[in-house]
């Protein structure tokens, strides 16, 4: 994980090329800080690990919920079932280790993300 820094702080660094013991001091350090100084305040701006979940958290929030429902068909031997809103078709026939079908596995299209809640669609309905 990055280690983050403040700017502000690193650049109250006491020793600067307007400030140093110009009689005692090495001006080729005091370059070699500024040079550093000038490279660490051109690195772009990251934030906090909390902002970027608070960002994270409202891009999810304000994202459309899609609702669909499951359309049943048979190909030949196997049934399938396909989503009303990508038309993908996912096989039928698969049963978890739960005992349940594709259908009733699957509460979200696994190629579109819509929600497949009958419950809500006949309340919207409604």
Known sequence: ????????KLNEYPIR???????????????????VLEYANSLPVFETEIEIKKIESEKLNRQEVKYGHWVHGVCGANEYIKCSICRKIIVNNIVT???????TAFALCPYCGTKMDCDILNKMEE
């Not at 994980?1 to 502000?8: E, Q, T």
């Not at 013991?21 to 001006?27: P, S």
């Open 97 to 103: 280790l739960e005992g349940d079908n594709a259908e």
């Open 1 to 8: 994980m990055p280690r983050y820094i403040d700017l502000d």
């Open 17 to 35: 090329l307007n400030h140093y013991d110009k009689e005692n001091g090495n001006i080729n350090f005091v370059y070699g800080i500024e040079s």
